[in-house]
C-alpha cells in the first residue's frame, strides 16, 4: 500500500520496515513525533511474501522475498510496471500492472537498465536481469534482498513523461512551465501515486479539500471537493496545480507589483499558504500590511526574507529547492 500519515513502522515486516529505515523516514520537525514517509517513496507489499519500495528522489528500487524464486519474480514485476492509476489501484497499490496499451513501455523504461547497459522492455530481458541480479545472493535475517539503482539522469527521464501535459496546463493558466516543473519535482519527484501525510496527493501533491476544492469553485465554478482516484491521475493532478497556482497569483497575492516578487510569494505560497506567508511579513497576518512590504524591497531582498524569515522552516527550504531547480527546466520557457 502506499504509505501514508503517521506510520507505524511496527505494523510492517521487519524487512520492510528495516528497508525504510535506511531510507532515513523521520519524523517531521514541523508536526507531531509521527513518523512520515517522503512522498517520493512508494512501498508496494506484493503477494507470495515479496515487499518492493521505490525511491523516486533517490532513483532506487529495493525488493525482499522468502526466496530467490520469489524475489526474481517481484524484480521483473517491479521492471515491467505500469505505475499508473488507471491500472494500479491507488488506495491498496497490491499489485503491479505489466501493460500499457498506449505506450507499451514498462513505466521505469530507460530509467532502469540491465547488466549491459539496455532498457527492459520484455519478460525475457526482465528475466535475464533478475536471474543476474540474485546470482549468488545470500539470505540475510531470514530474507533475500536486491537494491536496483535507477540510471543517473532518471529525474529528467521521469519528467518527460509530464512536460507536455505541463505545457497544456500551463497555457491553459498562464503560468510558467519551468515554474510547474521544478514543484512537481520538489512535490514528488515525479511519484505520479506519492502522498504526505497531509493527505496531498499525486505528481503535484494536491489536498481536495483546499487547492482542490478551490480549483472547481473558482475555476470551474461549481463546488466540488475532487476524490484521490481524479487527484492521482496525472493530466488531473497537473490541471488543478495549475489551476490552483493561477488563482494564488491572481487572487491570494494579487497586490504584488513586481512579477519576480509574484513568484516567489507563489513558490513560498504553494507550500506553507498565503496566511503564512502575510504573518511572515507583519504580525498579525495584516495582508495590505504585508504586500505593502513586499513591493518595497528589491527582488533579491524579497527572496532573502523568504529562505530566511518566513515562519515555517519547510517553506524556507522549498523556496531555495524550487526556484534552484527551476533553471533546469528554462528550456520549456519558450515552447
Known amino acids: ?17 528495516a528497508v525504510l529505515r535506511d531510507f532515513n523516514v523521520q519524523p517531521s520537525p514541523d508536526t507531531d513525533n509521527s513518523t512520515d514517509p517522503k512522498p517520493s517513496i512508494l512501498v508496494f507489499v506484493g503477494v507470495a511474501d515479496s515487499s518492493t519500495v521505490i525511491d523516486f528522489d533517490a532513483g532506487l528500487v529495493t525488493v ?8 526474481r519474480d517481484a524484480i521483473v514485476e517491479v521492471l515491467l510496471t505500469q505505475i499508473d492509476p488507471s491500472v494500479i489501484d491507488a488506495r491498496t497499490a497490491q499489485d503491479f500492472g505489466l501493460v500499457n496499451n498506449t505506450t507499451r513501455k514498462p513505466f521505469f523504461w530507460q530509467q532502469i537498465v540491465d547488466h549491459k547497459g539496455k532498457p527492459i522492455e520484455h519478460v525475457w530481458s526482465a528475466e535475464m536481469f533478475a536471474e543476474y541480479l540474485t546470482t549468488g545472493i545470500v539470505n540475510r535475517n531470514g530474507r533475500f534482498r536486491v537494491d536496483i539503482r535507477m540510471v543517473d539522469e532518471h529525474k529528467d527521464i521521469a519528467g518527460g513523461k509530464y512536460i507536455q501535459l505541463a505545457q497544456a496546463a500551463g497555457r491553459k493558466h498562464d503560468v ?21 501525510r497531509s493527505n496531498a496527493l499525486g505528481l503535484m501533491q494536491i489536498k481536495s479539500t483546499t487547492a482542490g476544492r478551490d480549483y472547481f469553485s473558482i475555476i470551474k465554478g461549481y463546488k466540488h471537493t475532487p476524490s484521490a482516484s481524479y487527484l492521482y491521475k496525472p ?6 496545480a495549475a489551476g490552483y497556482l493561477q488563482i494564488l497569483q491572481t487572487r491570494y497575492l494579487s497586490g504584488i507589483k513586481h512579477p519576480k516578487k509574484l513568484q516567489y510569494a507563489v513558490i513560498s505560497s504553494y507550500n506553507g499558504g498565503a496566511g503564512n506567508l502575510w504573518r511572515s511579513l507583519d504580525r498579525k497576518g495584516n495582508k495590505t500590511k504585508a504586500v505593502a512590504r513586499i513591493n518595497k524591497m528589491t527582488v533579491r531582498q524579497f527572496y532573502r526574507f523568504l529562505i530566511q524569515r518566513h515562519i515555517r522552516a519547510e517553506t524556507r527550504s522549498y523556496v531555495r529547492k524550487v526556484v534552484g531547480r527551476q533553471q533546469k527546466y528554462m528550456y520549456l520557457a519558450s515552447d
Not at 525482499?64 to 524475489?71: G, S, Y
Request: aromatic content about 4%; overall charge negative.
Open 1 to 17: 500500500m502506499p504509505l501514508a500519515a503517521a506510520i507505524d513502522l511496527d505494523a510492517y515486516d521487519e524487512d520492510v520496515a
Open 64 to 71: 525482499t522475498a522468502l526466496t530467490v524464486e520469489r524475489l
Open 176 to 196: 510558467s512551465v519551468p515554474l510547474m516543473m521544478a514543484i512537481m519535482e520538489t512535490e514528488s519527484s515525479f511519484n505520479p501515486l506519492a502522498r504526505s
Open 235 to 240: 493530466k488531473n493532478n497537473i490541471e488543478v
